[in-house]
């Protein structure tokens, strides 16, 4: 089991920049993939990016290409995301996840996070 707690959303203006950060419980987070997904109002869920166990491999939607990182702490148990230059269609919740394989589908991902919301004004 393995318990997912984000944090760091907030109200931020077009051009600015947050850091979103997901604590996990466990002493086996250096053995998931850990991913980030959001979600807007009346939309589905979407892959934001993904990191590999060790950090070393990461992948993202073309939509944040170039201005979200991914990153992670296995010695702190945490996943973290960068976010600049957000744009209003940036606005959404946020969800960490993680699974023993990743991927972009949100089948892929066994455990999940509560959520964090962003909320970019134009």
């Known amino acids: 089991q393995v318990q997912l707690v984000e944090s760091g959303g907030g109200l931020v203006q077009a051009g600015g920049s947050l850091r979103l950060s997901c604590a996990a419980s466990?002493?086996?987070?250096?053995?998931?993939?850990m991913g980030w997904f959001r979600q807007a109002p009346g939309k589905e869920r979407e892959f934001v990016t993904r990191?590999?166990?060790?950090?070393?491999?990461?992948y993202y939607a073309d939509s944040v290409k170039g201005r979200f990182t991914i990153s992670r702490d296995n010695a702190k148990n945490t996943v973290y995301l960068q976010m600049n230059s957000l744009k209003p269609e940036d606005t959404a919740v946020y969800y960490c996840?993680?699974?023993?394989?990743?991927?972009?589908?949100?089948?892929?991902?066994?455990?999940w996070g509560q959520g964090t919301r962003v909320t970019v004004s134009s």
């Open positions: 466990g002493r086996t987070f250096s053995s998931y993939v």
């Open positions: 996840a993680a699974g023993p394989t990743g991927g972009s589908s949100f089948r892929a991902y066994a455990y």
């Open positions: 990191i590999s166990r060790s950090g070393g491999i990461t």
